[in-house]
């Protein structure tokens, strides 16, 4: 048997000690318990327990039965108080009463001192909640901020072993080296000012609960009141912007000669809006910079468009244009270009109205016109020969021809440097903040195909076919393509109902699929204020509808 080292705090001679009076604060033996302690008056009412049992009570059960009678007045101290002013919160004696009290609101001093005991009881357990969530908040923002470090000292290792590789390149990695540490360091600041906050708030609550605690084990009652009052009832609320885990990834360059990698930070998405159309397909959305919106199915006719009660409300504003839209673009005047299937012209509209009246923009003939983009300075616009595109001879003509502004011809894009044709068939075309060129290319007449990126003056740097984690069961079929303003590359997958999501360098970063809600994507768009807007047809999914599906993007 363990050999008890505590003497009774009674008779200061025992150490068979087993009892513990709450009142009193003493240790005491089986002996005193019973005939000492318990014969002297004033001690009747005193909470003894048993020593065991005692280190198993919660604080509020330990609260010791004070003498509320003889609680000493503040301010005169020759006099006892004998009842509470609940309009200035304070005990009062005679004196105080008469003296500036008479008319307030009074209680008798036993009732308010059960209210404020039970109100700390309640406040105390609140508290314990409420660490327990910063708790839980801290220890979520640690791990968030332990996986950031080990993704990037493993981004950092990768970088110093092919330093170590490839000497050459060597002052490239470097520099790749000092942007990741300049990311790191800005997280790394975002991360520590939001563990301080959570500190912060957690050392407020200890403190509040800390003094409650004072408060339950004092003799003096007065305290509860004070303390009460000091701890207020206000509690700081968790924290409701907490951090997401940020990833970042090395894109590798595929062109050794005149290519970087670079460090890429995966966007977060998320679908804030799907809206249904009574059109068999949404081919094609644009807005213009007045606010008007566009879309067109596959057939010949253009709508506006407006989003109310979950629905895109189509009006048509052009109609019988001539045959099946391929692609269209909006320049820096606001005008709509557009081309049609097995037509050498690129029409465009210059008002949206319904009836409003179609013209030629340019003719390409006696190419016909396929994929088109308006930059800053240029018009993209691909081409094929006018025989049918598949299958493709060796005198097949497939390219983009640019134009500037005045519809004059600056160069064309067709063969490399091996005189092999680069395009199948350019079917839509973009550009990227680095002026690369990128292009939907389709590869058959099933639409299957790729996306091919070329610098600015048409020299080839990469093709993506597609990639196994996502074409597991149908090959790669874009029919758009969309570059945001941190240079990611989007496309459509309208068979894998995806959205890949590509670096400037080709890699695969992230996708959109059918989890998000994606089914058979056709064509992307980002509007004016950021967002990305996919047009899906109807055939082949859930509920036969066509919808148009807003992503919110963030960098």
Not at 322 to 337: A, R, Y
Request: charged residues 25%; contains cysteine.
């Amino acid at each position: 048997m363990a050999q008890n080292f505590m003497t009774c705090q009674f008779c200061e001679t025992s150490n068979e000690t087993k009892w513990k009076c709450i009142n009193c604060d003493l240790i005491l033996c089986q002996e005193c318990k019973i005939k000492l302690h318990t014969k002297v008056k004033k001690n009747e009412n005193h909470k003894v327990v048993d020593l065991k049992e005692f280190s198993h009570l919660g604080a509020s059960e330990t609260i010791r039965d004070v003498d509320l009678k003889n609680i000493q007045c503040a301010t005169h101290k020759n006099e006892l108080c004998f009842i509470y002013c609940k309009d200035c919160k304070v005990l009062l004696c005679a004196v105080c009463l008469l003296e500036s009290h008479q008319n307030h609101k009074l209680a008798k001093i036993d009732e308010v001192y059960n209210q404020k005991v039970k109100e700390l009881q309640e406040l105390d357990n609140k508290i314990l909640q409420e660490l327990q969530n910063f708790e839980k908040c801290n220890k979520d923002v640690q791990a968030i901020k332990s996986d950031e470090q080990a993704q990037n000292n493993e981004i950092k290792q990768t970088i110093l072993k092919q330093q170590s590789e490839l000497k050459e390149r060597i002052t490239k990695k470097e520099n790749i080296i000092t942007e990741l540490d300049k990311l790191w360091i800005a997280r790394e600041k975002e991360i520590f000012k939001q563990l301080k906050n959570i500190k912060t708030k957690s050392d407020d609550l200890s403190d509040k609960k800390s003094k409650i605690q004072e408060a339950f084990l004092s003799h003096n009652a007065s305290t509860i009141f004070n303390i009460s009052v000091s701890v207020g009832s206000d509690l700081p609320g968790i924290l409701d912007n907490l951090l997401s885990k940020q990833q970042i990834i090395l894109s590798q360059t595929k062109d050794e000669s005149s290519g970087l990698d670079s460090l890429v930070t995966i966007p977060s998405l998320k679908v804030t809006g799907t809206f249904t159309s009574d059109l068999p397909s949404i081919y094609k959305v644009k807005n213009l910079i007045n606010g008007v919106n566009i879309m067109c199915p596959i057939d010949d006719n253009i709508q506006t468009f407006t989003f109310k009660d979950n629905k895109c409300l189509a009006t048509n504003i052009a109609e019988d244009i001539g045959d099946e839209i391929i692609d269209m673009t909006v320049t820096n005047q606001n005008k709509l270009l557009f081309t049609i299937a097995s037509n050498s012209e690129i029409k465009h509209l210059e008002t949206f109205t319904p009836g409003c009246e179609v013209k030629v923009f340019i003719s390409i003939s006696p190419l016909h016109a396929r994929g088109i983009h308006a930059s800053v300075n240029t018009i993209l616009i691909g081409f094929a020969g006018a025989e049918q595109l598949f299958p493709i001879a060796e005198t097949s003509r497939r390219g983009i021809m640019i134009y500037d502004y005045d519809c004059r011809h600056v160069r064309t894009i067709e063969r490399d440097q091996k005189n092999q044709l680069i395009f199948s068939s350019p079917e839509a075309i973009t550009t990227n903040i680095n002026g690369d060129i990128c292009v939907v290319d389709s590869t058959n007449t099933s639409r299957e195909g790729r996306v091919v990126v070329l610098g600015e003056w048409g020299n080839f740097k990469w093709a993506y076919n597609g990639h196994p984690s996502i074409n597991t069961e149908s090959k790669f079929t874009p029919f758009d393509l969309v570059t945001t303003s941190t240079g990611l590359i989007l496309a459509t997958d309208k068979d894998s109902n995806a959205i890949h999501i590509l670096s400037m360098q080709g890699d695969l970063v992230t996708s959109l699929n059918e989890s998000h809600g994606i089914e058979k994507p056709f064509c992307l768009n980002i509007d004016h204020i950021g967002q990305l807007l996919i047009g899906c047809g109807s055939g082949g999914t859930k509920d036969e509808i066509a919808k148009l599906n807003v992503v919110k993007m963030s960098f």
